[in-house]
């Protein structure tokens, strides 16, 4: 599996972006998938996590309401909408798929990892 992200950038407070990842090998469509993120200096977090067919999605508290995850598998992609962005969403986001068909919150359950895009959000 080779996922790449993409979508990144540099945002003021309250702005949007999308990321996206890409399944070059198509071979996660029938995985779970998840967006995590990373601040200096901190741990590896879940920000969401998605099904195989997108039916069933989780979210972290501190996003809930202004991310949206979703997944189109004719494309092999996975999409991070997210809205009213904060300082603190500031970090690189990673996306990932998980070692079953479920979504899951922790690192462990995920067996393949993109390379991150850095997402800033300036005050």
């Known amino acids: 599996v080779q996922l790449q992200a993409s979508g990144g950038g540099l945002v003021q407070a309250g702005g949007s972006l999308r990321l996206s990842c890409s399944d070059a090998?198509?071979?996660?469509?029938?995985?779970?998938m998840g967006w995590f993120r990373q601040a200096p200096g901190k741990e590896r977090e879940i920000v969401a996590s998605?099904?195989?067919?997108?039916?069933?999605?989780i979210y972290a508290d501190s996003v809930k309401g202004r991310f949206t995850i979703s997944r189109d598998r004719s494309k092999n992609t996975m999409y991070l909408q997210m809205d009213s962005l904060k300082p603190e969403d500031t970090g690189v986001y990673y996306c990932?798929?998980?070692?079953?068909?479920?979504?899951?919150?922790?690192?462990?359950?995920?067996?393949?990892w993109g390379q991150g895009t850095q997402v800033t959000v300036s005050s």
């Open positions: 998605i099904d195989w067919r997108g039916g069933s999605t």
């Open positions: 990932a798929a998980t070692r079953s068909s479920s979504t899951s919150t922790r690192v462990e359950s995920y067996r393949y």
């Open positions: 090998r198509r071979t996660s469509s029938n995985n779970g």
